[in-house]
C-alpha cells in the first residue's frame, strides 16, 4: 500500500521497492 502512494508520489522506484518490502516483512 505505502509503494504505491510512494510510486504515485513520483518518488524512485527502488525506493519504492524497499518500502513494500519493509511493509511487507
Not at 500500500?1 to 516483512?25: A, K, N, V, W, Y
Amino acid at each position: 500500500m505505502l509503494g504505491m502512494t510512494i510510486g504515485c508520489s513520483g518518488l524512485d522506484p527502488s525506493l519504492e521497492l524497499h518500502l513494500l518490502q519493509f511493509t511487507t516483512r
